[in-house]
C-alpha cells in the first residue's frame, strides 16, 4: 500500500476515534483492510452526509469469530439484526461503535477485485491514525457499479478535487475489465460522460 503522508484530514474526534478502534481491533488480528464509500469520497472529493462508514476486509486465515471478538474488545457491538445467518447471506458483519453508536459495515473481502482494491489502498493519516483508504481511481469504479444519483456526485466531486493526480486511462482500462467480467457494456460509456460533464464546468 502507498503512503501519502501529506495527505492529513480533519476529523471530527467521533470518527478519529472510530478509525483508531477499528485499527486496533484489525491490528491485533492481523487483518489487512481499507475504507470505502462515502468516507472515502470524503478523503478523495468532498463531503456529503452519511449514516455509516464502510469497510472491508481480508479475512487470510483468521475465523469471523476473532474479528467480531477483536472488535468488541475495541469498543464496537452487534447490531441487532447482525447474527451470524446474516453474516453468511450477506458477508457483512454489521455491528456500532458503542460510543458514537455510528454503524459500521464490516464487508468480508474476496478474491479478485476486492483484493486488488486492497493492494492498491492508499495510507491517510486521520488524526494521528494511519488508515487504509481505496484508491481514487478504484473509488470512482465502485460508485459508478453502484450508480446512484449520489454515487455519481461522489464522482463529480472526486473529478473536480483530484483531477489532477486520477489515472484516467487506468480507470477507463479497469472499467473494460469489469464490464468484461460482468457482461456489461456501459460503465466506461457512464464515466466518459460524467467525464465530460466535469470538463464542460
Not at 42 to 48: A, C, E, N, S, V
Not at 77 to 92: G, K, N, S
Not at 106 to 125: K, M, S, T
Not at 128 to 144: H, M, N, Q, R, Y
Request: glycine content about 8%; overall charge negative; proline content about 3%.
Amino acid at each position: 500500500m502507498s503512503v501519502l503522508p501529506r495527505l492529513c484530514v480533519p476529523s471530527p474526534v467521533g470518527l478519529a476515534e472510530i478509525f483508531a478502534d477499528l485499527a486496533s481491533a484489525f491490528d491485533r488480528a492481523g487483518i489487512r483492510w481499507y475504507v470505502f464509500g462515502a468516507h472515502a469520497a470524503l478523503i478523495w472529493g468532498r463531503p456529503r452526509f452519511t449514516a455509516d462508514l464502510d469497510v472491508t476486509i481480508s479475512l487470510g486465515g483468521v475465523t469471523i469469530d476473532r474479528v467480531v471478538g477483536e472488535l468488541q474488545k475495541s469498543g464496537f457491538a452487534r447490531r441487532a439484526e447482525c447474527t451470524d445467518e446474516f453474516i453468511a447471506a450477506t458477508r457483512v458483519i454489521a455491528v456500532a461503535h458503542a460510543r458514537s453508536q455510528l454503524p459500521v459495515d464490516v464487508v468480508l473481502g474476496g478474491p479478485g477485485l476486492e483484493q486488488d482494491f486492497l493492494e492498491r489502498a492508499v495510507i491517510v493519516e486521520v488524526a494521528g491514525t494511519k488508515v487504509p483508504f481505496i484508491s481514487a481511481e478504484d473509488l470512482v469504479v465502485t460508485k459508478l457499479l453502484a450508480g446512484r444519483e449520489k454515487d455519481l456526485e461522489d464522482i463529480r466531486g472526486v473529478l473536480a478535487e483530484r483531477n489532477d493526480i486520477l489515472n484516467i486511462t487506468g480507470i477507463r482500462e479497469l472499467l473494460r475489465q469489469v464490464e468484461d467480467a460482468l457482461g456489461r457494456s456501459d460503465l466506461v460509456r457512464a464515466f466518459d460522460n460524467e467525464y465530460r460533464r466535469w470538463q464542460s464546468n
